[in-house]
T-cell receptor
Framework: SQKIEQNSEALNIQEGKTATLTCNYT??????LQWYRQDPGRGPVFLLL?????KEKRKERLKVTFDTTLKQSLFHITASQPADSATYLC???????????FGAGTRLTVKP | ETGVTQSPTHLIKTRGQQVTLRCSSQ?????VSWYQQALGQGPQFIFQ???????GRGNFPPRFSGLQFPNYSSELNVNALELDDSALYLC????????????FGQGTRLTVV
């Protein structure tokens, strides 16, 4: 069955460092992958989308890579700030189905 | 703010009852998807509506049903509530088509006792 795993439940880093979050998947060939941020008690907020034929996408301090051979996406936040503390979700989808499959999320805490 | 609003924000129901949750889409969006998010888990796809028709369904029983109205607002109905239905219910609006970003509401926290 399809499985989406995000590297760890929680990640703690120091302000100013780069946070790297991992999303691995099995038994699935997604056409695209999205990353969302979710704060407690709130709905997810879209951050970045990357398609299967793209290796890397950037937006301000965010960078996403997508390796379809390794079946893995990496999400980087450079120069991290305490305001970046949140849960980050990866979601996979394809062009034939309308459902996005989410991982369980990684809770990132950036300490001052 | 995404422009997607859900009501109510919190709800407590008794096992066996029925519940209706509501969602107003972002202006210009013709597609609404509903998700169930249990504590500590990622959202699970329930179903999607596009122009008032169901356009995809996840692995949820028939007691989960929905509607989309001509103004693209939507309802999620759950019959015969079970304790395991306790979760955050999220709706997301988008434009139809692949790889479009979804705009989520703040969710409805449903507790079944």
């Amino acid at each position: 069955s399809q499985k989406i795993e995000q590297n760890s439940e929680a990640l703690n880093i120091q302000e100013g460092k780069t946070a790297t979050l991992t999303c691995n998947y099995t038994n699935y060939s997604p056409a695209y992958l999205q990353w969302y941020r979710q704060d407690p008690g709130r709905g997810p907020v879209f951050l970045l989308l990357i398609r299967e034929n793209e290796k890397e996408k950037r937006k301000e301090r965010l960078k996403v890579t997508f390796d379809t051979t390794l079946k893995q996406s990496l999400f980087h936040i450079t120069a991290s700030q305490p305001a970046d503390s949140a849960t980050y979700l990866c979601a996979l989808g394809d062009d034939n189905n309308n459902d996005m499959r989410f991982g369980a999320g990684t809770r990132l805490t950036v300490k001052p | 703010e995404t422009g997607v609003t859900q009501s109510p924000t919190h709800l407590i129901k008794t096992r066996g009852q029925q519940v209706t949750l509501r969602c107003s889409s972002q202006s210009g969006h013709n597609t609404v998807s509903w998700y169930q998010q249990a504590l500590g888990q990622g959202p699970q796809f329930i179903f999607q509506y596009y122009r008032e028709e169901e356009n995809g369904r996840g692995n949820f029983p028939p007691r989960f049903s929905g509607l989309q109205f001509p103004n693209y607002s939507s309802e999620l109905n759950v019959n015969a509530l079970e304790l395991d239905d306790s979760a955050l219910y999220l709706c997301a609006s988008s434009l139809q088509g692949p790889n479009t970003e979804a705009f989520f509401g703040q969710g409805t926290r449903l507790t079944v006792v």
